[in-house]
């Protein structure tokens, strides 16, 4: 999360602490203290998510994953992918299923090649022996293609975990303050004096922003003529 965003869950925070250690000092937004409070609950388990989440190791399936494609790619697709224009080049249509990635292709585009290879020659399995191919070429083939479609979705699932639970808990903070929005109305318009809701208004402020103070700017000299004139 941003500072900003986590300046705001703290200012959450802060007003539930208000609310909880003295229930009955506002009783004008009682009614919305059950509903600030799910938020709250939410907000401090995808917290405590994002935190977890954050500390988790780094994926390091890349390499791997793009060896593994290239493995592939070299010692399947390719050899498969000259033979089938011979074999098949007078099945309409089924040169083109077999499908020989660019050397740059990504570990998910060489699963999807792989996939619709095998699916065209699955029929053709004893023309392809007779040239010479393994009579297991296709179980490796999708053995090792199951592999790597195993590290795709493990990196992909990796990569896209933790920015779901940031969309999630600036969600729930936003809810939150919304709530605490119609709040701080509600007591605006009960009418208690600004000692009644200094703890109120201290624990909704959200912090100012954490960092360097700024630097002095250097003044600029002036020549002792100009002062003169």
Known sequence: MRERELRQLYSVEHVW???????????????????????????????????????????????????LAAEIRRKHLIPIGRAAKRIFRFVPGKEHAVVVPPARATPADVVKAARSTLKAVRGAVKLFVEIGFAPNFMQECSARTDQLEKLVTSHQNHRSEHPGIVKALRSEVNAARDIIEVMDGLLGAAGYDSVELMPWRLAKRVGKRIGRPPKPRKRRAVPSGAEAA
Do not use: F, N, W
């Open 17 to 67: 602490g208000v609310i909880t250690s003295h229930p009955d000092r506002y009783p004008e937004i009682r009614p919305l203290s059950g509903k600030l409070g799910t938020h709250v609950e939410r907000i401090q388990a995808l917290y405590v998510s994002e935190q977890m989440t954050k500390r988790r190791p780094k994926d390091d399936k890349g390499p791997a994953m793009r060896r």
